[in-house]
């Protein structure tokens, strides 16, 4: 069945550093879409992408759709503290229901 | 204000009982889902819906079971075949069952063994 890998598993980074994790899908996606789960929190929408190699902005988040749709990317410039949580991908793809990666726990230091 | 409500907020099982778990939203949306989720792992779809009185096995249902007889709720039973139900679930809804449209989740249940 179709897969989403998603690395790292954990990543800590200072306060100000960038910070990036990666979205492999052992199929070809239709959609990517993001969320962010704050800590005791519920996922929460961020963003869906759906043309190869589309690239979306929201101020300090990058994210980023592969030529292939089976990989997305999504990076911080910057972090703060606010962006503390755990970020999920999920795509559709050969699937008729979306399938979530693991998900990347960010830790920021200040 | 529009939403997902689940409720309770924490909920404990015997050995050998069936809980139920909430779930009301009021955004008139058609799908509506029932994730698992554990300590650093992903969502996991344990049944979904698309249409009342209609709900489809995800990847986890055995266990669980569900019923859609209203539009704007989708009630999850943990029977006691679940022999490992400690976790976070987490009912979600969308617009159209038939699109790409995101989803939107309710604040979660925690389901421990006592």
């Known amino acids: 069945g179709q897969q989403v890998m998603q690395i790292p598993q954990y990543q800590h980074v200072q306060e100000g550093e960038d910070f990036t994790t990666y979205c492999n899908s052992s199929?070809?996606?239709?959609?990517i879409q993001w969320y962010k789960q704050r800590p005791g929190g519920h996922p929460v929408f961020l963003i869906q992408?759906?043309?190869?190699?589309e690239v979306k902005k929201q101020k300090r988040l990058t994210f980023q759709f592969g030529e292939a749709k089976k990989n997305s990317s999504l990076h911080i410039t910057a972090t703060q503290t606010t962006d503390v949580g755990t970020y999920f991908c999920a795509g559709h793809g050969c699937a008729r229901q979306l399938t979530f990666g693991s998900g990347t726990q960010l830790t920021v230091l200040p | 204000d529009g939403g997902i409500t689940q409720s309770p907020k924490y909920l404990f099982r015997k050995e050998g009982q069936n809980v139920t778990l909430s779930c009301e939203q009021n955004l008139n949306h058609d799908a509506m889902y029932w994730y698992r989720q554990d300590p650093g792992q992903g969502l996991r779809l344990i049944y979904y819906?698309?249409?009342?009185?209609?709900?489809q096995k995800g990847d986890i249902a055995e266990g669980y079971s569900v019923s859609r007889e209203k539009k704007e709720s989708f009630p999850l039973t943990v029977t006691s075949a679940q022999k490992n139900p400690t976790a976070f679930y987490l009912c979600a809804s969308k617009d159209n069952a038939g699109t790409n449209q995101p989803q939107h989740f309710g604040d979660g249940t925690r389901l421990s063994i006592l």
């Open positions: 199929t070809t996606l239709s959609n």
């Open positions: 992408l759906v043309k190869s190699g």
């Open positions: 819906s698309q249409i009342v009185n209609d709900f």
